[in-house]
Antibody, heavy 121, light 106 residues
Framework: QVQLQESGPGLVRPSETLSLTCTVS????????WSWIRQTPGKGLEWIGY???????NYNPSLKSRVSMSLDTSKNQVFLTLTSVTAADTAIYYC???????????????WGQGTPVTVSS | ETVLTQSPATLSLSPGERATLSCRSS??????LAWYQQRPGQPPRLLIY???TRATGIPARFSGSGSGTDFTLTIASLEPEDSAVYYC?????????FGGGTKVEI
């Protein structure tokens, strides 16, 4: 049973860079595609992008200029970086596993518990 | 970008009643639609994918139907633990997009 746990700073200053970590247990990060998804009261659920241990990440065009994803197979972790943040980036950030191994189905199962991020000075 | 519109916004029903939730897409999705359940303070949980396939461990009272632009999630006989917000999500037209949700109150 794969489990995911997000971590990162709860508060980020405007214009700075947000960095989050997703730690995977019960499975290998090399086996699946991993997505980041965020949730806000105003915009709801928004898919940010996915990454696999080979190939290039795939990002939502709405965030592509500010997003970067990577992973560390030795630590079984997935990372999200979002630059030049504003108040609009205030959200709960989730990492999620793709449903099937080694392929993109874009069905997300399971999700981590999420980490809240506030952008404020 | 594909827009998913869910209705109603809120559904208030009693235990044992049948719930019918709708998700309408601005573009055809074939059968590339999923449903998630989000209980308060919890992350979303995958219920249904490919429009009608139940995810592992999901009770049989949850069923999905539809294709193209109109989809339905049915909860056959509501249990108290079904109180949650339900989201649809499409993957047919990139990027993946979620609907705004339907809140089910029991």
């Amino acid at each position: 049973q794969v489990q995911l746990q997000e971590s990162g700073p709860g508060l980020v200053r405007p214009s700075e860079t947000l960095s989050l970590t997703c730690t995977v247990s019960g499975g290998s990060v090399s086996d699946y595609y991993w997505s980041w998804i965020r949730q806000t009261p105003g915009k709801g659920l928004e898919w940010i992008g996915y990454i696999y241990y080979t190939g290039s990440p795939n990002y939502n065009p709405s965030l592509k200029s500010r997003v970067s994803m990577s992973l560390d197979t030795s630590k079984n972790q997935v990372f999200l970086t979002l630059t030049s943040v504003t108040a609009a980036d205030t959200a709960i950030y989730y990492c999620a596993k793709d449903l099937r191994p080694s392929m993109v189905t874009a069905w997300f199962d399971p999700w981590g518990q999420g980490t809240p991020v506030t952008v404020s000075s | 970008e594909t827009v998913l519109t869910q209705s109603p916004a809120t559904l208030s029903l009693s235990p044992g009643e049948r719930a019918t939730l709708s998700c309408r897409s601005s573009h055809s999705l074939s059968s590339h639609l999923a449903w998630y359940q989000q209980r308060p303070g919890q992350p979303p949980r995958l219920l249904i994918y490919d429009a009608s396939t139940r995810a592992t461990g999901i009770p049989a009272r949850f069923s999905g139907s539809g294709s193209g632009t109109d989809f339905t999630l049915t909860i056959a006989s509501l249990e108290p633990e079904d109180s949650a917000v339900y989201y649809c999500q499409q993957r047919s037209n990139w990027p993946p997009v979620f609907g705004g949700g339907t809140k089910v109150e029991i």
